[in-house]
């Protein structure tokens, strides 16, 4: 039962982690590699669902603000991960889904300005975002460091996931080789 478990938990993570090195590669996002017949489908479950956001943002646009309770510190978000929208706070990962919906919502900051104190903040602490379409609690899963190429920080999730992403080591001289991560499930969701 145990070698079972072991081929599935390492067959899934190796999984994931090609999927992410191919769409990399390839330098596509999971929405353009997704098949026609997979879209549609997936178009048609969106029609169910309510819709939370009615226009997506523009580039440089402010979305919202992160609240990170550990901190006691509110950052606002803007739309893209230009150092144009980084110099004025977090960034959001346009190619992602915007916070509250179901899948892989990511925001980036530089450490040394608005997240600079993110290594206090690891597994169990809350992260809040504030958008016109609500207040959307998460609560942190993972903390995982990485690679700077590490592309599987972007790859979709199968429910609404918050990824908080910084370079690391946080007091590192130049480029850093690494990347801090927080990985937050939806724990609550107060829609305007």
Request: with cysteine; glycine share 8%.
């Amino acid at each position: 039962m145990l070698f079972c478990g072991g081929i599935y938990f390492t067959s899934t993570n190796a999984f994931t982690l090609l999927k992410g090195y191919a769409l990399y590669k390839f330098n596509k996002t999971e929405a353009e590699a997704v098949t026609k017949p997979e879209r549609d489908m997936k178009q048609e479950k969106k029609g169910n669902e309510a819709q939370l956001y009615d226009v997506r943002p523009k580039t440089g646009e402010l979305i919202g603000e992160l609240y990170i309770p550990r901190l006691e510190k509110s950052l606002p978000i803007f739309h893209g991960t230009d150092e144009d929208e980084l110099e004025k706070g977090v960034g959001h990962y346009a190619k992602s889904v915007l916070p509250g919906e179901r899948d892989n919502s990511i925001l980036s900051g530089h450490r040394d300005t608005v997240f600079r104190k993110l290594g206090e903040v690891g597994k169990g602490d809350l992260l809040v975002a504030e958008t016109k379409a609500g207040t959307f609690t998460y609560k942190v899963r993972k903390v995982r460091i990485v690679d700077a190429d590490d592309r599987t920080v972007i790859v979709p999730k199968p429910k609404a996931t918050l990824t908080v992403t910084t370079c690391y080591p946080f007091n590192f001289i130049g480029d850093a080789p690494e990347r801090y991560v927080l990985v937050a499930d939806l724990l609550k969701s107060e829609v305007k």
